[in-house]
C-alpha cells in the first residue's frame, strides 16, 4: 500500500494527520474500512495534494511510516495483515521442503565455520525462494534478513524500520538431514527492531503457527483453517535445542522430562505442540540466540505459554539485546525446573 502525498514538509504534515486519525478510529489489530479524505497544504497553505476514498484495512499496533523512493510515505507493514498474508507461503515452503526430505544432499557453505552453520539443501534455497516471491509481491519495501543468499534476496532493500527475518530449514543438518527431532520454517517481521509479527512451521508435523503482537496466536494443520492455539501441558515430553550441554539434558531426565533434540524454531514454540510441555535454548557464546531463533517467541508469548531468559529474566524481544537463553513453559512449575536445571549445569 503506497500513499502519494507532497514533497518536503507537506508530505511530513500529512504522515502525522493519517497516524492521528487512524488512532483515533482504529483499536489494535481492528480491520477498518472506511472512507477517508485528506489534504496536505504546502509551505503556504495551499492545497497540494487531495486523496479520496482512501481505504484502510487490518490496522495494527504503533504505525509508523517510512520514506519511499517513490512516495513521501511508505506505512510499516501491519503485523496482522503480514501473518495473514505470509501463512500461504509458510505452508508451500514446508510443503515443497517436506516432498524433498530424504533426496537432496548437504552442499556445506565455504564461508562458515561450523557444520551445523554450513549445512545447505536444496530444500533451503527452494523454499526461501518461495518465501520471497510472495514477500517481494506484497512488501517490496522491507529489509530482508534471510538465512540463505538466494537470487530473490537482490530485489529488496539493504536498509529499513521494517526487517522480515527467514529462516527457511532451520535445523537443516541434524533435523532435516539427519531426522533428528523437528525442523522448522521461520519467518518473523520486526519494526524498528522489535519483533511484532511470527510464523512457524513444522512441515514434519504438519503443524503452522503463528501470531502478531496483541492479536493472539493461531495453530492450523496442514489443509485445515487456523484456530487460536493453545499450551499443552500434558505429556512429559520438551524440546531440547541440538548442542545443549550433556549436564542439562542429565538434570531434565532426573526432572522426569522426556527430552527430544529439535530446531531452535521448534522449540521457540514448544508449548503449543500437542504432548510437548516445555521447550529449552543455551546459547552462552556471543549474543546468544540467533535473530532468526527468536521469532518463534512472540507466538508461545501470544498464546499464553510462560517465556523467559536466563535466570528468569524477561526473553528479548528484540533483535539487538544478548538472549543466551530461551526457555518456555505451559506452566509456571515447569519453567521453574527448566531454571533449576540450566543453573545446575552451571554451577
Wanted: hydrophobic content about 40%; aromatic content about 6%.
Amino acid at each position: 500500500m503506497r500513499l502519494r502525498s507532497g514533497r518536503g514538509p507537506a508530505a511530513i504534515e500529512f504522515q502525522f494527520r493519517l497516524r492521528f486519525s487512524v488512532d483515533s478510529v482504529a483499536a489494535r489489530c481492528l480491520g477498518v474500512s472506511r472512507p477517508l479524505q485528506f489534504a496536505c497544504r504546502d509551505d503556504h497553505g495551499a492545497p497540494e495534494v487531495c486523496l479520496r476514498d482512501f481505504t484502510l484495512r487490518h490496522q495494527g499496533a504503533g504505525p509508523g511510516c517510512r520514506e519511499g523512493a517513490e512516495t513521501g510515505c511508505v506505512p510499516d507493514p501491519q503485523p496482522d495483515r503480514f501473518r495473514e498474508l505470509l501463512l500461504p507461503a509458510l505452508r508451500e515452503a514446508a510443503t515443497l521442503a517436506r516432498s524433498l526430505e530424504g533426496r537432496v544432499l548437504n552442499c556445506p557453505k565455504s564461508d562458515e565455520a561450523t557444520a551445523v552453520k554450513q549445512a545447505l539443501t536444496e530444500g533451503d534455497t527452494a523454499a526461501q525462494e518461495v518465501l520471497l516471491e510472495r514477500l517481494f509481491e506484497e512488501f517490496p519495501e522491507v529489509r530482508l534478513e534471510a538465512e540463505e543468499d538466494t537470487p530473490g534476496v537482490a530485489r529488496f532493500p539493504t536498509s529499513g524500520d521494517a526487517a522480515v527475518v527467514i529462516d527457511p530449514i532451520d535445523g537443516t543438518l541434524h533435523s532435516y538431514l539427519e531426522g533428528s527431532g523437528p525442523y522448522s520454517v521461520i519467518v518473523g517481521l520486526a519494526l524498528r527492531g522489535v519483533y511484532r509479527a511470527a510464523l512457524v512451521a513444522l512441515p514434519r508435523e504438519g503443524l503452522f503457527f503463528d501470531a502478531a503482537a496483541g492479536c493472539g496466536a493461531r495453530m492450523s494443520r496442514a489443509g485445515g483453517p487456523p484456530r487460536p492455539a493453545r499450551v499443552d501441558a500434558s505429556g512429559s515430553r520438551m524440546l531440547v535445542a541440538h548442542g545443549t550441554p550433556d549436564a542439562v539434558v542429565a538434570c531434565l531426565c532426573e526432572q522426569g522430562f522426556d527430552p527430544v533434540p529439535a530446531s531452535g524454531g521448534a522449540v521457540s514454540v514448544a508449548p503449543l505442540i500437542p504432548g510437548v510441555r516445555a521447550g529449552l535454548r543455551f546459547v552462552p557464546a556471543g549474543r546468544g540466540i540467533s535473530i532468526r531463533g527468536r521469532v518463534g517467541a512472540l507466538i508461545s508469548s501470544e498464546a499464553g505459554a510462560w517465556v523467559r531468559g536466563l535466570r528468569g529474566a524477561p526473553f528479548a524481544e528484540d533483535m539487538e539485546s544478548d538472549a543466551p537463553a530461551l526457555l518456555v513453559a505451559a506452566t509456571e512449575g515447569d519453567l521453574a525446573l527448566l531454571d533449576e536445571a540450566l543453573a545446575a549445569a552451571q554451577s
